[in-house]
């Protein structure tokens, strides 16, 4: 009988609330359309952001929201992007589909959507095209509350109290699309740029992010952490709060990648042992962090990840417009239960990326909205949010799976929020066979109750569309009964579950 053993008695560490956070790029239908369709549109707005788009992201407890980039970032000039929505400059977002950018969404309608989504704030600079300086002033412009050109000019454009920026990141992706840079090189830039993005506030420091590296660059690790560190005095540590990583699943590889509706049992398993992968890459590039930094003072930033596949036919190219099954549902649960096992470390993830682009928890077509079982993923998480994880161990779970794919039957991590409620969350990664579990605590003693239970299940490549919006969804659980203190759970096939489980 395989077994999950919970033990309250260690607890690993607080899971960063940032963990589930999310990444907006000036990206096909990403921010307009998604996101922002103007204060003129017939789809319900507040001040021009999409009120159904809104309500959904609160329902998840969005945490925090990257933008606006991914490549746009280092080729963004923000002054492009303030003042009257008219005199904006427009031009070719050279980047991603050769579309006109207008501009209408710049600095003051992002701050303006984390209001209304009630999350913490996140803008990449600019490090690849743009200046020192202009990195600085717009540092300057978002926070400072004094008398200086830059607040006077976000004064004269409408905003009298200067935002909270919580995170910056210092360029994106600079091994590539970011100025196809040497590490040595980029860190010493990184250092140089990052100077001047100054802490205004000091109630209220900029956590700056370092870009990090692609996949298994290790490499690129060591050596920005090498020249990072090198001729840096202790007190001057603090210059870097977080080091980034990206990830993405591509099933066939990066050239093919391979369609996000149509495949095989071969490749739903493909695709898992991929996205496990994760796991790995924080073990390894945490161990090197840990060579300059054993006492995880530099947080790790998983800010892109995620499944990538072939467009939808018929779609733009460069939109990266995709469809959403109970694959990546399980993927998406997979790597959330992976970051909140490496929360000593991980302190912020974003999915990559929020509306209309690769692995969206929302997709959009005109006033029409629909919720990605990735969507659901995120929904029956949500309690981890700043909860303490919970040492938990499975035994008695073997492999599953076809050829030389194969992954483990099952994956769990295990919180407690500060209600003393333990979350667990299940994933059944085998497409046709349940898993019975019995949930025990190594404390054993006392009656326990589950609170609350849900379930996100489904054939393979089960989907959403805005014929059938609710097609997979969250539904109630019932396949568990509580004996005593253990709580005997029936996973079916194919499943992401969520138990509150209390004494
Ligand atoms: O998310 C799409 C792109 O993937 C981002 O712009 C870039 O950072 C990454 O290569």
Redesign the pocket.
Known sequence: MAKLVINEEKTKGTIAPEIYGH?S?H?GRCIYEGMYVGEHSDIPNVNGMRTDVVEALKEIKIPVLRWP????ADEYHWKDGIGPKETRKKMINT??GGVVEDNSFGTHEYFELCRQLGCKTYVNGNLGSGTVREMSEWAEYMTFNGVSPMADLRKANGHEEPWTVDYFGVG??NW??GGNMRPSYYADEYRRYQTYVRNYDPKKPIQKICCGANVDDYAWTRGVLETAFDHTPPEFHGFMDGLSL?Y?VHPEGWEIKGSATEFDEEVWYKTLKKALYMDTLIERHGNIMDEFDPEKKIAMIVD?WGC?FTVEPGTNPGF?YQQNTMRDALVAGITLNIFNKHCDRVKMANL??IVN??QSVILTEGASMVKTPTYHVFHMYRDHQGAELLESTLTGVGETGTGEWQVPEVTESVSRDADGVITVTLNNLSVSDKKDIDICFAAGEGERSVREASILTGEMKQHNTFAEPDCVTERAFEGYRVSGDKVCVTLPPCSVVRLRIEQ
């Open positions: 990444f790029e990206l980039g991914g490549c746009f980047h991603w994106n992706e590539g699309c990206h993405y892109e990538w990266l990559a990326q682009v690769l």
